[in-house]
């Protein structure tokens, strides 16, 4: 028998059950009130009861069809039939009319009899709810589903050029992001079949030079691009689908990649998504230009070097940031930025902040995008100390408390700090970001957070909002960062000795170690004395959680995971540090990650000799303990570790395994060699010695020093012992690497330079001169994106 | 106002109004956790109370009642007067259990005696739970009350106002059930039985002055 007619004698049965109950009940009733006035006969219901019951129908089951009809959680999607397909949204309306109509109807009937009216009503309602929300696809979506056109979005990733134009296998497809119905796509586009013939030719061979050796990145113009296709049932793990050729421009630019590799495709029921990993040498070149501008200007930005510079986005932002990592004077730029766009260096009092937080608001909701991480989320940091801190609760608890999720609201950074973002939607899919925070709330949010790390932060934080987020939102971890009175009750009140989670309510998903309760883990993370006591009683609750992950194997970035997070904050290392020690011995490669445990727990060197000692490991263990870990130690300490290292293996070589011979002592050597290498003081005296050393032909001599310098390290210390150099050849070098970050110092030095007794230095110095002074003064404009 | 007659009405509510009202505050007073988290059982007492409200003051069949009708007042006066009743029964229950959450009474004794976590954070999401017992209550006292005056009707088809007010009183409840309260579905919801309500009001009043009243 077909479901449907299977369906349908169901509802007549049960619309027989609810006329007989009715009929049943009616005849009780009377009986047993021993009624007899109600016969056949009598006279019809009054008008007012009539009119009233009829209005009542209408009323009611109209409320009833607009909630169904409307209630996209339970299907009802009248009011977005575009996001349906036409046949389907066919369906939907003539269901919903059918509905509506038959509501209309019982109201008429109604008029002369209520008894058939409502039950028509209520059958009717049900069937429409039924029909929308059952598992039966009776308006034929999954059909439809199946057979609708995807819509294909080619995106560009690594840069931010917006609207860069987009060839596929010769043919253009328009500005980035491209979104195409797959069906159009291969209507348009032909099939080659096989790689292009010029795409060798358009090979961009980019030195990338080391001090001691060249790589040659080999990029390419033509980047190959997957079909995205649902995956066939039974294909093999990685099995390709067609293969065609893209490739991008930016105003002048060609986009350069790799040929296999650089993009990705990802499909949807709905959607498909393809990203092409691409740089743009020129544009990138540019901004770099940019930056050696405002350097020349001693980091004060004219107004037109701001304009230039705004027409990057995002990535004129992303290398700011970049350079102010080891450049603090960046950061002046940043905040001339953001005065120069909001003002915030006329901000001198409340109303004045205000007026600046509701500007950016306004900007966050016009343009459906907010995040932390931009020029108005540094205004925000700027203003947020004289924002008034009632006036800001008061806007931040309303949002609160009329949001109706807030899921996607924050993050937490690497750095322990929250981001506050809200994303454009651009994929088609539904992340759910229609039902979150307004864009206009994600500076409020930021704004109370940046007020929250102020030395002495504003109490109604603690006492407004923070409850508030519980209240209304359960988001009880941003609300334990905030802290306050009310909210340790609200966490500490638990059973929080547990690190299992009681039922589903005190669950919190972490990774590597499952459920775990999340009272026990907010408790730890919670601000101030409540906190710290907190911690302190639940110390071995956090050592038992420590010894139940999931992978039984310590492997490596275990040590960054949340939960050692909190050992090495609470300077708990050192007692863990045995246990910790058992868990892992024989493990694979365990000494690295021993020495990564006693980085992060700031242990003494002698310490990382001990566990040399301790683990007798061979000298592969050793090299790959030395190579992770220098990476991660501060110069001061690397050289003392290095030393303890060295030391305790002359003292006894036979606490590496099986290191006998002079080859293998060699060798060990040289990977502690390679492990100072890390301290760039070392390093840059290392590669001085060898510059002033016999010029040596195996490949050792840093004959790429200079480019390496100009390349990758402007700021590297070698660049000042080289201009300290007696010998011009010496000084000569450093002369690129000054020219590339022309920053004050820099330039001061090249002035010397341009001075040097040696006539050659002086020329090639005067010459950067020069071109810098040049440089200073070309109108910013020539650098903006094109 | 006929205080006597109002008077009379309100004795046949004591001994419910007494026993509702200690249950409406005790339960308010000691049910742990948020109210939000126990929303069915407050409606549930809402729709009980409201059925024993309306049985005590719209059993127009019984004795007492003919004799009331014998007694000179007039049609309008006693249907208004039964009204105001039935809203002078509820709120006598609703006022106590509302100013148990609206007061620090109930976050008080949870946070202190209970020590429980949901208190005092809890205690303004609370406070919003009374609005809608109130609004349930305006609601469903003219739905029932019509349902008594309609089947007292010398018409037939007497069992259709029960039928409608049934069907009305199930809608309501699983409306109340998929919306949140602030926002707009509900919104639409509560309106909407308000107006239903009004309907009931006036269709009941006019109806009233063909009212069957036998001993």
């Known amino acids: ?786 | 106002m006929k205080l006597r007659l109002f008077l009379w009405l309100m004795r046949r509510l004591r001994p419910i109004t007494t026993v509702a009202a200690a249950v409406a505050c005790g339960w308010t007073l000691l049910v742990p956790g948020p109210l939000y988290e126990s929303r069915e059982w407050p409606l549930l007492f809402i729709l009980a109370h409201s059925i024993a409200i309306t049985s005590a003051l719209g059993r127009f069949m019984t004795p007492q009642f003919a004799w009331l009708h014998g007694r000179g007042y007039s049609r309008a006066a006693l249907w208004s007067h039964t009204m105001a009743a039935a809203g002078a029964g509820a709120l006598a229950v609703w006022i106590p259990a509302a100013l148990i959450v609206a007061t620090p009474a109930r976050s008080f004794v949870h946070d202190r005696l209970f020590t429980s976590p949901y208190y005092p954070i809890m205690q303004p999401r609370d406070a919003i739970e009374i609005w809608q017992w109130l609004w349930t209550y305006l609601a469903l006292l003219p739905l029932m009350a019509y349902g008594w005056i309609r089947e007292s009707q010398p018409t037939r088809g007497m069992m259709g106002g029960w039928l409608l007010v049934i069907a009305a009183i199930i809608a309501g409840f699983s409306m109340l059930n998929i919306t949140r309260p602030g926002e707009f579905p509900r919104e639409l919801v509560n309106g909407a039985y308000g107006l239903a309500a009004l309907i009931c009001l006036i269709a009941g009043r006019r109806l009233y002055r063909a009212l069957e009243v036998r001993r």
Not at chain 1, 515 to 540: D, P, S, T, V
């Open chain 1, 1 to 786: 028998m077909h479901r449907y007619t299977f369906v349908l004698i169901q509802f007549v049965f049960l619309l027989l059950i609810l006329f007989a109950a009715v009929y049943a009940a009616k005849r009780l009733w009377s009986r047993s009130a021993g009624r007899d006035f109600g016969p056949a006969n009598a006279p019809a219901p009054s008008r007012a009861s009539r009119t009233g019951e009829s209005l009542l129908i209408l009323l009611l089951g109209g409320l009833t069809w607009f909630l169904t009809a409307s209630t996209r959680s339970t299907g009802g999607m009248l009011f977005d039939l575009d996001q349906l397909t036409p046949a389907v949204a066919r369906a939907n309306l003539a269901a919903a009319i059918v509905a509506g109509v038959g509501v209309v109807v019982c109201a008429l009937i109604a008029l002369r009899r209520t008894i058939p009216a409502v039950i028509l009503a209520v059958t009717l309602l049900s069937a429409y709810g039924f029909i929308l929300n059952s598992g039966f696809d009776f308006l034929g979506r999954e059909a439809a589903k199946q057979q609708a056109p995807i819509e294909w979005t080619i995106d560009l990733t690594g840069t931010d050029a917006q609207g860069a134009d987009l060839w596929v296998n010769g043919v253009h497809l328009g500005k980035t992001p491209v979104t195409i119905t797959i069906d159009e796509f291969l209507k348009r586009v032909p099939f080659w079949g096989a790689p292009p013939e010029t795409v060798g030719e358009d090979v961009l061979a980019v030195p990338e030079h080391f001090p001691k050796w060249i790589v040659e990145r080999k990029l390419t113009r033509w980047i190959e691009l997957e079909l995205p296709s649902r995956p066939a049932r039974g294909a093999a793990p990685g099995a390709r689908g067609p293969v065609y050729y893209a490739k991008a421009r930016s105003g002048d630019d060609w986009g350069c990649g790799y040929t296999r590799g650089s993009s990705q495709s990802t499909f949807g029921d709905e959607y498909a998504y393809s990203s092409i990993g691409v740089t743009f040498p020129g544009r990138d070149r540019r901004l770099e230009t940019l930056l050696d501008q405002v350097r020349l200007a001693d980091y004060r930005p004219s107004a037109d070097w701001l304009s230039a510079f705004e027409t990057y986005g995002p990535d004129g932002w992303n290398s700011l940031r970049k350079a102010a990592r080891d450049e603090p004077r960046m950061q002046e730029v940043i905040d001339a930025w953001a005065d120069a766009r909001y003002g915030t260096s006329r901000v001198t009092d409340a109303d004045s902040a205000w007026l600046v937080l509701d500007r950016i608001r306004r900007e966050a909701e016009a343009n459906r995008q907010y995040t932390t991480s931009s020029v108005a989320g540094r205004a925000i940091e700027l203003i947020a100390p004289m924002l008034d801190p009632e006036r800001l609760a008061t806007a931040a608890v309303e949002y609160i408390r009329t949001a109706r999720y807030g899921g996607y609201a924050y993050k937490m950074q690497d750095d322990g700090r929250y981001e506050f973002s809200y994303p454009r939607q651009e994929r088609r899919g539904g992340d759910g970001l229609d039902e979150q925070y307004p864009p206009g709330a994600f500076p409020v949010a930021h704004a109370v957070y940046a007020q929250s790390l102020l030395p002495d932060p504003p109490a109604v934080i603690q006492a407004q909002i923070a409850p508030a987020l519980i209240r209304w939102q359960d988001k009880t971890d941003i609300a334990a960062a905030l802290g306050g009175g009310e909210v340790e009750k609200y966490i500490l009140r638990r059973d929080t000795y547990r690190i299992e989670p009681k039922d589903f309510r005190d669950r919190k998903y972490l990774s590597n170690y499952g459920y775990i309760n999340r009272w026990f883990w907010l408790g730890m993370h919670l601000r101030g004395q409540a906190g710290r006591n907190f911690r302190r009683l639940h110390k071995n609750q956090l050592f038992e959680l420590l010894g139940k992950p999931t992978i039984p194997n310590v492997m490596e970035g275990t040590l960054s995971q949340e939960p050692y997070d909190l050992l090495f904050a609470n300077g708990w290392g050192g007692e863990y540090w045995p246990r910790f020690k058992a868990r892992t011995a024989g493990q694979n490669q365990f000494l690295k990650i021993w020495w990564e445990y006693l980085v992060r727990m700031d242990a003494p060197p002698k310490m990382f000799a001990e566990t040399l000692r301790e683990a007798h490991v061979d000298n592969s263990e050793l090299r790959w303990a030395l190579e992770h870990n220098g990476k991660l130690l501060e110069p001061e300490r690397l050289r003392a570790v290095a030393d303890a290292v060295e030391q305790a293996i002359d003292r006894d070589p036979a606490i590496i395994k099986d290191a006998t011979d002079d080859w293998q002592r060699r060798e060990i050597k040289k990977y502690l060699e390679n492990f100072r290498q890390n301290d760039p003081q070392y390093c840059a005296r290392a590669l001085m010695a060898q510059l002033r050393g016999p010029d040596r032909k195996d490949g050792e001599y840093p004959q790429f020093a200079g480019q390496w310098l100009a390349e990758q390290k402007p700021s590297h210390p070698l660049v000042g012992m080289l201009e300290q150099a007696p010998e011009a050849a010496l000084r000569q070098k450093a002369i690129p690497a000054l020219e590339a970050r022309p920053t004050p110092d820099h330039r001061a030095l090249l002035d010397r330079l341009a001075a040097d007794a040696d006539a050659g230095v002086r020329a090639a110095a005067q010459e950067a001169v020069t071109r810098l002074s040049q440089l200073a003064r070309r109108n910013p404009k020539e650098f903006a994106a094109k």
